[in-house]
């Protein structure tokens, strides 16, 4: 019946036809819940309701009387509440696919009675808990799917035992322990193992040379340790081996041993070693050994130094080569010219040399091309036209000359982007770059182009950032540029161009970013669009302009000069004129009041990918933006509780409603960096954006917010500084949960600096912007005064721009004090005042001081005098000598000690007075989470997500 569209309920009266064995009610439309009823057809065997929108429980009557039931698939619909334990009583149940569901509660232990049981997948629910040992009874089970939950604890060792099964995927949990030495002893059948996104650590085991039958092994992120095995090389069958963001790695050639034997793996199609630990010099025959099957090689954010394989091209059937961010050296090989299968290639940051081979152009099938930040020289070979596939090609930042190759604009698929900045490319940008009509982003900055910009320029209608900046342009801006209208950034400072400013720009509705600095413009400048912001374009160098806005100070035109012998005309009509105007804006303001009042969708935008949001919406979810949904205000904004309705059949959603203060200077201004840090972040430790709501309120005034998910827990803050006088109950943090904390904050930093689109220097990292979800979970929030750095250098000292003081007092970086630039270092000094604030309870701000010793001082005296448990919350002090008291192990107690002897190290090396000492260090070059934050000699810290409680022995 799955062909036949079903809607609306199911019928309880199909619980009435007792003679059916089958029913098949899949990919429908179907909505409610489960009839109980269903549970009268004794004699079904399979019961199929998957791929619907149905809610409610899962009857808990299925499982005492379906004595027949062989599978029962419930997998992805809206089903709630917990899994009943009656159906551990189906005694013939052989398939129970619940994935894709909203359940929650503990795995039923008595799942483990089910013997004839073969498939089992329970993924992408809210199941909590332990996986139960029970499971490993199940003598029949071929497939264990765990998947995406937030299980917790080891996986129990019988599960090892269990010789039938096929698969184990328990990826997306927060499940610990290492893999035991003989864990694969018994999985001679198992043909998919999928780990990652867990805690697990250890090192891999020998004994995987025992599950001969395995294809796929997903163990990453995880921080496991140690070298890969060489007996990987026995997995004969072995297709996918992904070990990325791991501490796994390779110093010694004999730890590269693995690779060798991976030769024997003839089958293999991907192989990612990202954001690991292997370094030193790639064995050059192991890898172009590898099977000629080889389709995907991941290598990027590591350390491998040396050259490039010169027989790299014998892996043929290669369709992704990634090489970004280690230390390669030498010349690309030219055997890469045998890739023709290779689609993406991408070796940014690096130090590879030479001229880029002409061999390049035999690659056809290549959509992006990456080998920006390197030291390639000479001129771009011509045959780069014949790679006519081309979504993305970024040569920036290396040492490039010559004129650009007419036939790269040839290339019309070029539509993401187009980089040619930082080298020293020469004469005019060709005319014919009017054929690249798909592009959204070009860069030509810090070159030697002479010449007009092109009029065919304008042609490029799709443009979103244009950046010309630091080159040798004259002659005036084409009118043509007037056509694009989707310009979001757009750079021409530090060239030569003269004329007019066009009034066009200002007409741009999207432009949020102008920059005309440095040329020889004359005449007056544009009152409108993106010119009525001061802090959205810069004029300055320009000696021969007049007008604008006030804050510009430019002088006046000589237009707008008055002149005395016209004074009694011109009084007259300037009153008329204001007269007018003064009705007309009554006019207005009575139409928008109207407008409001009638529609629920006045005026309003909404980010990329996310629904619209009216006004009246808001209004209604926080009840008229009522004191009691008040959740807190600051300078620029104050934020609200409330209630969005779901679509058709999903419950009420819980939000958070910022409403901006736009009579507060500069409110604006924070309305427009937070949404342009997060337009396209996406991290599970930043505050998650719904939408953003741009539009009138009742009164005709503009009303700018910004709606995230709601955080159950509130603000770390509220939990290290409770008040007691609205608390009804005393809330506390543990050891363990401060920790875990610090670690999603970490997390999040690694992420804005180093792994999202762009990078983001957050500014105001404390304890308030840090909020905790209902699993704890920490979730960094507040981007009002977030910096984007517009260009990624090869070290974090790259500032961003100038400014005065940023950030709040006690957590700024004191170099902002100063008006310095903005650089990672200046969250990293936060970062660190964050760990000291949760490890004492104290605030960097506290006027009533112990000892008189500011929060810094605080710390240092007590690790100086030996006495780190001094310096600890008194709240988790006295949780520790209870445990001390109660356990009577004094090794624990030891171990904890030390745990906050680490973190208050930790804490005062983040906040080194100078930007440079401090550590971490966050460069373009050790970007990656097993190398942001390494503590064993406290160079850096790791941001893997348990190694702090692994250095503080709180891992059991």
């Known amino acids: 019946m799955g062909s036949f569209n079903l809607s609306g309920p199911i019928s309880p009266s199909l619980g009435n036809l007792s003679f059916l064995r089958e029913v098949h009610l899949d990919i429908n439309w179907l909505t409610g819940e489960i009839p109980p009823q269903l549970s009268r057809l004794g004699r079904l065997e399979f019961l199929n309701l998957s791929s619907n929108q149905l809610h409610g429980g899962i009857p808990a009557s299925f499982g005492t009387t379906m004595a027949n039931l062989y599978i029962l698939d419930l997998q992805e619909n809206r089903l709630s509440g917990e899994i ?66 937030t299980l917790g604890g080891e996986i129990p060792a019988s599960i090892w035992n269990v010789s039938s099964l096929w698969g184990i995927n328990v990826q997306q949990n ?44 997903q163990l990453g992120p995880n921080p496991f340790t140690g070298v890969v095995p060489r007996q990987i090389g026995a997995l004969t069958k072995l297709q996918w081996l992904l070990l990325s963001n791991t501490l796994i790695g390779a110093e010694e050639p004999a730890d590269w041993e693995f690779l060798k034997a991976m030769a024997n793996c003839s089958q293999l199609l991907t192989l990612d070693l990202t954001a690991g630990r292997f370094a030193g010099v790639l064995p050059a025959s192991s890898l172009s050994n590898l099977s000629s099957s080889l389709q995907t090689l991941y290598l990027p954010y590591n350390m491998i130094s040396g050259a490039l394989p010169e027989d790299i091209g014998n892996l043929v059937s290669l369709q992704s080569l990634v090489l970004d961010s280690n230390s390669f050296t030498g010349a690309l090989p030219p055997s890469l010219g045998r890739l023709q299968k290779l689609r993406l290639l991408s070796a940014s940051e690096n130090t590879l040399s030479g001229s880029i081979p002409f061999s390049i152009g035999n690659l056809t099938e290549l959509t992006t091309l990456n080998i920006k930040a390197n030291f390639f020289r000479g001129a771009l070979p011509s045959t780069l036209g014949n790679l006519t596939k081309l979504l993305e090609l970024r040569l920036g930042r290396n040492y490039l000359t010559g004129l650009v190759p007419g036939a790269l604009f040839s290339i019309t698929t070029l539509s993401i982007a187009l980089d040619l900045s930082h080298n020293s490319f020469a004469g005019q940008i060709p005319e014919v770059i009017g054929n690249l009509i798909n592009l959204v982003e070009f860069h030509a900055e810090s070159n030697n182009f002479t010449g007009e910009i092109p009029d065919r320029l304008g042609e490029c209608q799709l443009l979103q950032y244009l950046y010309l900046q630091n080159n040798f342009l004259s002659g005036t801006i084409p009118s043509l540029l007037g056509q694009l209208r989707g310009l979001q950034y757009l750079d021409l400072s530090s060239n030569n161009l003269s004329g007019l400013i066009p009034l066009f720009f200002g007409n741009f509705g999207m432009l949020s970013y102008l920059n005309l600095s440095f040329n020889n413009f004359a005449g007056e400048v544009p009152s409108v669009g993106a010119f009525t912001n001061a802090s959205a374009f810069s004029v300055q160098g320009n000696g021969q302009l007049c007008g604008g806005i006030p804050d510009l100070h430019l002088p006046l035109c000589s237009h707008q000069s008055p002149k005395r012998e016209h004074k009694h005309f011109v009084i007259p009509i300037v009153l008329s004129l204001i007269a007018t105007l003064a009705v007309l804006a009554l006019l207005y303001k009575l139409c928008s009041w109207h407008k409001t009042s009638t529609t629920n969708s006045t005026s309003t935008t909404s980010m990329q990918g996310h629904p619209l949001i009216s006004y009246v919406q808001l209004v209604k979810a926080t009840d008229g933006f009522s004191a009691a949904n008040l959740l807190g205000s600051g300078s620029f904004a104050s934020v609200y509780k409330g209630e969005l309705d779901g679509q058709a059949g999903e419950s009420k959603r819980l939000v958070a409603v910022k409403v901006l203060k736009l009579h507060t200077p500069k409110a604006l201004k924070s309305f427009a960096a937070e949404c342009e840090a997060l337009r396209s972040m996406r991290h599970r430790n930043l505050l998650k954006i719904v939408t953003i709501c741009s539009s009138i309120d009742n009164r005709g005034d503009d009303f700018k917010a910004i709606v995230y998910d709601f955080m159950t827990n509130g603000t770390l803050e509220g939990w290290l500084h409770p008040d007691t006088t609205v608390d009804s109950e005393q809330r506390y943090l543990n050891l363990s949960q401060r920790v875990t904390i610090l ?153 904890m000690a030390d745990c906050i002897a680490s973190l208050l190290t930790l804490g005062l090396s983040c906040t080194q007075e100078s930007p440079s000492r401090r550590t971490p260090t966050i460069s373009s070059r050790s970007c990656m989470p097993s190398r942001i934050l390494s503590w064993a000699n406290m160079r850096s810290v790791m941001l893997n997500r348990r190694f702090l409680l692994l250095v503080c022995g709180l891992w059991s």
């Not at 005042?833 to 605030?843: D, I, M, N, Q, S």
């Not at 929060?855 to 005296?861: G, I, Q, V």
């Open 84 to 149: 009943p334990v009656s159906l551990a009583s189906l005694p013939s149940i052989g398939f129970l696919f619940l994935y894709s569901n909203m359940l929650t509660g503990k795995i039923p232990p008595e799942l483990g009675n089910l013997t004839g049981l073969m498939h089992l997948d329970l993924m992408e629910s809210m199941l909590s808990g332990p996986i139960p040992p029970s499971l490993g009874t199940l003598s029949s089970l071929v497939w264990l799917s765990l998947a995406n939950n």
């Open 743 to 895: 670690l999603d904050v970490a997390y999040a930093l690694d992420y804005l600096h180093c792994h999202g689109p762009t990078p983001v220097v957050h500014c105001d990292l404390k304890s308030s912007n840090v909020l905790l979800d209902a699993d704890m979970v920490a979730h960094v929030g507040d981007f009002g005064l977030a910096k984007i750095l517009v260009e990624r250098s090869s070290s974090s000292d790259q500032p961003t721009s100038s400014m005065g003081f940023r950030g709040t007092a006690g957590y700024a970086a004191p170099e902002y004090g100063a008006g310095n630039m903005v650089t990672t270092h200046g969250d990293i000094y936060s970062y660190g005042v964050l760990v000291l604030e949760t490890v004492t309870g104290r605030r960097p701000t506290d006027s009533e001081s112990r000892h008189g010793l500011g929060l810094r001082e605080y710390a240092d005296r007590a690790l100086r005098n030996s006495t780190p448990m001094d310096a600890v919350d008194t709240q988790l002090s006295m949780d520790l000598d209870n445990q001390l008291h109660t356990t009577s192990d004094a090794s624990s107690y030891k171990r």
């Open 174 to 217: 927060n499940l610990t322990g290492a893999i035991p030495a003989d864990a694969f002893g018994k999985l001679g059948n198992l043909v998919s193992v999928t780990m990652d996104n867990n805690r697990f650590h250890g090192h891999l085991p020998a004994s995987l040379a025992n599950a001969t039958q395995l294809q796929l092994l």
